[in-house]
């Protein structure tokens, strides 16, 4: 278990800057990106304002993961590795939000057929991405620490086995997310199939219970039918082909 002394910052609680106050940040320091359009400036830099301060002041964060304390080769710059995850995910959002470039030089990215660029980049990426999250816990819990810290990693495969290690000894809890993800959606499709089941066994009996009340009711008509034949006189020839019809309607 993890026991921070400093608590990292609440994100939400992390100040923002006004639009004018971005766009003239973005003017005077980083204007290779001040021709693209607002929408996608103030994208591109709420998403690393928002994201450097927790990064840089997290305790759990540490500058480097110490695997093997006697080999420093072998440590892995944790702190800059997440890092350049983030600045990988931003490379392209000051130029557009979606997967569909062609879009680009409009700035009309809005047909609703686009996929949204940073859950792109990141099924697509060939390097670990991370996404941290941290939370203050609750503060009415007894327990001294409630406080929870979480992170996301895009494709385990390609995360080397000594740091997952080192997570797991640091007392992090090791999910699959697709694995997860892929119970959930079983879970689902069994629920899904078994109300199946039961609305095909109820719309079944409703329909048994309709075709007989049908035929209960079909019944009935043949027998005024025939009784006002007999009081009629109608010839037996033509009772069949009169009946279809009275019955066919409300007789």
């Known amino acids: 278990m993890i026991v921070c002394i400093k608590h990292d910052p609440n994100p939400q609680a992390i100040p923002d800057l006004k639009l004018n106050e971005i766009r003239e940040f973005i003017q005077s320091k980083i ?12 994208s591109f830099f709420r998403y690393c304002f928002q994201q450097f301060l927790p990064i840089a002041q997290s305790e759990f964060i540490q500058n480097s993961a110490w695997i093997d304390e006697k080999d420093a080769e072998n440590n892995i710059s944790f702190k800059h590795m997440i890092t350049e ?48 999250n941290h939370d203050e816990g609750d503060k009415n ?34 999910f699959d997310w697709n694995d997860d ?38 019944n009935k008509k043949r027998e005024r039918a025939e009784l006002l034949f007999r009081v009629l006189g109608v010839p037996l020839a033509l009772r069949e082909s009169i009946g279809k019809e009275l019955c066919a309607g409300e007789f």
């Open 141 to 174: 819990s007894e327990e001294q620490n409630t406080a929870t810290f979480s992170l996301l990693i895009s494709d385990i495969e390609i995360i080397a086995e000594d740091l997952l290690n080192f997570f797991k000894q640091l007392g992090f809890l090791l």
């Open 85 to 132: 995850s983030v600045l990988q995910i931003a490379k392209d959002l000051s130029t557009h939000s979606f997967g569909n470039t062609s879009t680009r030089e409009s700035g009309d990215e809005g047909t609703g057929e686009e996929e949204f660029f940073l859950c792109k980049k990141w099924h697509d990426s060939e390097d670990p991405l991370y996404l941290c």
């Open 31 to 42: 204007f290779v990106i001040a021709s693209s359009t607002y929408l996608h400036q103030t």
């Open 181 to 218: 993800l892929q119970k959930r959606e079983d879970a689902v499709e069994v629920n899904l199939l078994f109300n199946s089941i039961q609305i095909h066994s109820y719309n079944t009996y409703l329909l048994l219970f309709f075709l007989s009340f049908i035929e209960s009711d079909q």
